[in-house]
Nanobody, 125 residues
């Protein structure tokens, strides 16, 4: 059974940083597009950032471009999201997701095959 496990969430102050990590048990992520999404109560899950299987391409939501960086480490089967210059509006539950056997970085949650349970990120003003 494939499981994605997120870690690294928590509380940060405005302007601070957090680093989220996503790893998988039961599946090697090297061929998958892996993305981070976030969701707040009453809103739809939104795309934050994604990285292609080869790590040659990345994609970011406009709201986080220049502040967040997604990266992957094939050796540890981990995809990380470095979040800098955090803002209160970044507060959300962050989810890691993987789409198998694709070279595209899709922004629609329904296209992803595997999901983690989510990790809370709270940014205080």
């Amino acid at each position: 059974q494939v499981q994605l496990l997120e870690s690294g969430g928590g509380l940060a102050q405005t302007g601070g940083s957090l680093r989220l990590s996503c790893t998988s048990s039961g599946r090697t992520l090297s061929s998958d597009t892996v993305a981070w999404f976030r969701q707040t109560p009453g809103k739809e899950r939104e795309f934050v950032a994604g990285v292609s299987g080869s790590a040659s391409r990345t994609s970011y939501a406009d709201s986080v471009k220049g502040r967040f960086t997604i990266s992957r480490d094939h050796a540890t089967n981990t995809v990380s999201l470095q979040m800098n210059s955090l803002k209160p509006e970044d507060t959300a539950i962050y989810y890691c997701a993987a789409e198998q056997s694709t070279t595209f970085i899709h922004r629609l949650p329904k296209l992803y095959d595997y999901w983690g349970q989510g990790t809370q990120v709270t940014v205080s003003s």
